[in-house]
């Protein structure tokens, strides 16, 4: 039991310690999908959107990420939590078209710890915009999530993919 309370205090910790501690290991991150779980992602991948219970469509994203401090997985508005920005983008839109089909911009989010050690982020929705979705079918688009975390870790990883509907 005090080895699980010592586990989570460490965890938890967003101090100049954990920001070192953190910086032991090398940084990265990885944009994947999944709704529930880790599906990494190879360049030309396809990648499917899904109908929600609302009407709208959604593709589902999952991050991987090392060297990073988690944040607080209570609070998704504490200031310790990394932040986390997705956003697809068509590669060869219409004229004058807006290349962004989806995004999720700045969205404060822990990470869970991995059985490696590695933190991971699964399946948030990122929701496309009415209008674009009207057009997908086989469109080449890039998957490109931001992260940023308490510690000033900047981290981005892209992936070129084809997104059509959910396959």
Same mark, same amino acid.
């Given at each position: 039991?005090?080895?699980?309370?010592?586990?989570?205090?460490?965890?938890?910790?967003?101090?100049?310690?954990?920001?070192?501690?953190?910086?032991?290991?090398?940084?990265?991150?990885?944009?994947?999908?999944?709704?529930?779980?880790?599906?990494?992602? $190879?360049? %030309?991948?396809?990648? *499917? +959107? &899904?109908?929600?219970?609302?009407?709208?469509?959604?593709?589902? !994203? @999952?991050?991987? $990420?090392? %060297?990073?401090?988690? *944040? +607080? &997985?209570?609070?998704?508005?504490?200031?310790?939590?990394?932040? !986390? @920005?997705?956003?697809?983008?068509?590669?060869?839109?219409?004229?004058?078209?807006?290349?962004?089909?989806?995004?999720?911009?700045?969205?404060?989010?822990?990470?869970?710890?991995?059985?490696?050690?590695?933190?991971?982020?699964?399946?948030?929705?990122?929701?496309?915009?009415?209008?674009?979705?009207?057009?997908?079918?086989?469109?080449?688009?890039?998957?490109?999530?931001?992260?940023?975390?308490?510690?000033?870790?900047?981290?981005?990883?892209?992936?070129?993919?084809?997104?059509?509907?959910?396959?």
């Amino acid at each position: 039991m005090r080895l699980a309370v010592l586990l989570l205090l460490v965890a938890c910790d967003t101090s100049e310690s954990a920001c070192e501690e953190a910086a032991k290991t090398t940084p990265g991150l990885d944009v994947g999908t999944g709704e529930t779980v880790w599906q990494p992602l $190879a360049e %030309g991948d396809t990648v *499917g +959107w &899904s109908f929600g219970a609302q009407g709208g469509r959604h593709v589902y !994203v @999952s991050l991987h $990420a090392t %060297g990073i401090v988690q *944040g +607080w &997985s209570d609070s998704l508005a504490d200031e310790n939590n990394p932040i !986390v @920005s997705i956003v697809l983008l068509d590669n060869a839109p219409a004229d004058g078209a807006d290349p962004q089909v989806a995004l999720l911009n700045d969205y404060p989010h822990h990470f869970t710890v991995t059985a490696e050690g590695t933190f991971e982020f699964l399946g948030d929705q990122v929701v496309g915009m009415a209008s674009a979705w009207e057009e997908i079918a086989d469109v080449d688009a890039t998957l490109r999530a931001t992260l940023t975390d308490t510690c000033g870790t900047e981290l981005t990883s892209e992936r070129k993919v084809t997104l059509t509907e959910n396959p």
